[in-house]
């Protein structure tokens, strides 16, 4: 069982818009501005998309956004492309123990 | 800009160590923390740990009696040794660059922003 909490999988039209949930606890997600979300596609690496809950690394498209309310942070991933189909997976410092926790991820389907 | 290449035996026999190796080409070792991740087949991330160029170390609790990650500088590689294997530890091994944040005095280290492509060890006899 993971540490953080996703849902198995979200999907959405080309154009639409789709986010994507990622909870925590007070220890993790709540607790430090110290969230990441990674893009894997199949037989890949994952790829840095979003850190320290909303910072986009260079060469990500906008399209790309990070936020967090409480102990649940999201990627919202706008105006869906083909391209956009993988799995994403959050991930947060975990104050606790002083590591790095991952949620199980979520499979993005573009329909 | 900054590749890692990750290499060592794809199979490992249950109870003995896998032992893996991460290159670093196109930049020094010593101005960043490298870390270790895995995918088991058909699932998610898991964090192994991390070290920087001076030997500090940090580890996944669960983990953490089997694990040993280790640095050379002059060969600009890292390295993860783990323990006592059996089949729950077959997987894809990443080795990643470890980025940071900083607030209130201390850095937190928890983002990897440049990934090597991964190599598959599988546990069997």
């Known amino acids: 069982q993971s540490a953080l909490t996703q849902p198995p999988s979200a999907s959405g039209s080309p154009g639409q818009s789709v986010t994507i949930s990622c909870t925590g606890t007070?220890?993790?997600?709540?607790?430090?501005?110290?969230v990441s979300w990674y893009q894997q596609h199949p037989g890949k690496a994952p790829k840095l998309m979003i850190y320290e809950v909303t910072k986009r690394p260079s060469g990500v498209p906008d399209r790309f956004s990070g936020s967090r309310s409480g102990y649940t942070a999201s990627l919202t991933v706008s105006g869906l492309q083909a391209e956009d189909e993988a799995d994403y997976y959050c991930s947060s410092y975990a104050g606790n123990n002083n590591y790095v926790v991952f949620g199980g991820g979520t499979k993005l389907t573009v329909l | 800009q900054v590749q890692l290449q990750e290499s060592g035996p794809g199979l490992v026999k249950p109870s003995e160590t896998l032992s893996l190796t991460c290159t670093v080409s196109?930049?020094?070792?010593?101005?960043?923390?490298w870390s270790w991740i895995r995918q088991p087949p058909g699932k998610g991330l898991e964090y192994i740990g991390y070290i920087n160029y001076s030997g500090s170390t940090n580890y996944n609790p669960s983990l953490k009696s089997r694990v040993t990650i280790s640095v050379d500088t002059s060969k600009n590689q890292f390295s993860l040794k783990l323990s006592s294997v059996t089949a729950a530890d077959t997987a894809v091994y990443y080795c990643?660059?470890?980025?940071?944040?900083?607030?209130?005095?201390?850095?937190?280290?928890?983002?990897?922003?440049?990934w090597g492509k991964g190599t598959t060890v599988t546990v069997s006899s």
């Open positions: 196109g930049g020094s070792i010593s101005s960043y923390y």
């Open positions: 990643a660059r470890v980025g940071s944040g900083y607030s209130y005095g201390s850095y937190y280290y928890y983002y990897m922003d440049v």
């Open positions: 007070s220890s993790d997600v709540g607790g430090y501005n110290y």
